[in-house]
């Protein structure tokens, strides 16, 4: 029988075998004929440090999400970040019904990134659209770009963007793997050289692994749709 003690909590930041990829993960649940999409585990595999067993939940959780709540997934992709709009639909892909037992704690931006990375797994894990000649200019996306909050999104976005850029076989690769697995740390292993030339000069940040993939995620799912849409893509993702 299913924990009722699951919860899952979104923290704002003060900025404000192995299924094909593009198939949801199923389960049928108790008293049910009909398969639903996989409910989030948080793992109890020995080695893994508390930030993997995050972020596999936090995968788990978001293919979860992607399938139940198209409607909030929708309004998603369609709000400005740092918007009302964004908060609201980030607040309701905050249920129990994607989590099996426990507690899920992660930053509002991480959880922004996993729905990303199951997005991208969703629309293009079957198919590799080309890179559109520039990358997306990111401030449309943003609700203030002046913003402190606003700002660093841009850039971090910017980041991610000229890293895929750099090796968008990595990149892909990264998004591809399953969290915390050896393929997942070989890709982002191959995407490190890339990422100090990529951070604008004279700026620093300490970034965690968790917050270059989100970035990256979002960037990556960017990129694919200016690469379906733009005639001349520059090259394969």
């Given at each position: 029988?299913?924990?009722?003690?699951?919860?899952?909590?979104?923290?704002?930041l003060?900025?404000?075998g192995?299924?094909?990829?593009?198939q949801?993960?199923?389960?049928?649940?108790?008293?049910?004929?009909?398969?639903?999409?996989?409910?989030?585990r948080?793992?109890?595999?020995?080695?893994?440090?508390?930030?993997?067993r995050?972020?596999?939940?936090?995968?788990e959780?978001?293919?979860?999400?992607?399938e139940?709540?198209?409607d909030?997934?929708?309004q998603?992709?369609?709000?400005l970040?740092g918007?009302?709009d964004?908060r609201?639909?980030?607040?309701?892909?905050?249920?129990d019904r994607?989590l099996?037992s426990?507690?899920l704690?992660?930053?509002?931006s991480?959880?922004r990134?996993?729905?990303?990375?199951?997005?991208?797994?969703?629309?293009?894990g079957d198919?590799?659209?080309?890179?559109?000649?520039?990358?997306?200019?990111y401030t449309?996306?943003?609700?203030?770009?002046?913003?402190?909050g606003?700002?660093?999104?841009i850039?971090?976005?910017?980041?991610?963007?000229c890293v895929?850029?750099?090796?968008?076989?990595?990149?892909?690769g990264?998004?591809?793997?399953?969290?915390?697995?050896?393929?997942e740390?070989?890709?982002?292993?191959?995407?490190?050289?890339?990422?100090?030339?990529?951070?604008?000069k004279?700026?620093?940040?300490?970034?965690s692994?968790s917050?270059?993939?989100?970035v990256?995620?979002?960037?990556?799912?960017?990129?694919?749709?200016?690469?379906m849409?733009?005639?001349?893509?520059s090259?394969k993702m």
């Amino acid at each position: 029988m299913r924990s009722r003690t699951a919860s899952i909590l979104l923290i704002a930041l003060a900025c404000a075998g192995q299924p094909a990829w593009g198939q949801a993960r199923l389960e049928t649940e108790t008293g049910s004929l009909i398969r639903q999409p996989r409910q989030a585990r948080i793992p109890d595999k020995i080695g893994l440090s508390d930030a993997e067993r995050g972020r596999v939940a936090a995968e788990e959780f978001a293919d979860c999400v992607v399938e139940r709540r198209k409607d909030d997934v929708a309004q998603l992709l369609g709000a400005l970040y740092g918007s009302a709009d964004e908060r609201r639909a980030l607040k309701r892909m905050a249920v129990d019904r994607c989590l099996f037992s426990g507690q899920l704690t992660m930053p509002s931006s991480l959880m922004r990134g996993a729905v990303f990375r199951s997005l991208y797994k969703k629309d293009f894990g079957d198919r590799s659209p080309g890179l559109a000649p520039a990358a997306p200019d990111y401030t449309v996306y943003v609700n203030d770009p002046t913003s402190n909050g606003g700002a660093v999104q841009i850039l971090m976005l910017d980041f991610a963007s000229c890293v895929i850029r750099a090796d968008v076989n990595g990149a892909r690769g990264l998004l591809l793997a399953q969290a915390a697995s050896e393929k997942e740390t070989q890709a982002f292993s191959s995407l490190v050289p890339f990422m100090g030339a990529c951070f604008p000069k004279g700026k620093s940040a300490q970034l965690s692994k968790s917050t270059v993939m989100a970035v990256i995620a979002e960037a990556m799912y960017r990129e694919a749709q200016a690469g379906m849409t733009d005639p001349t893509p520059s090259g394969k993702m």
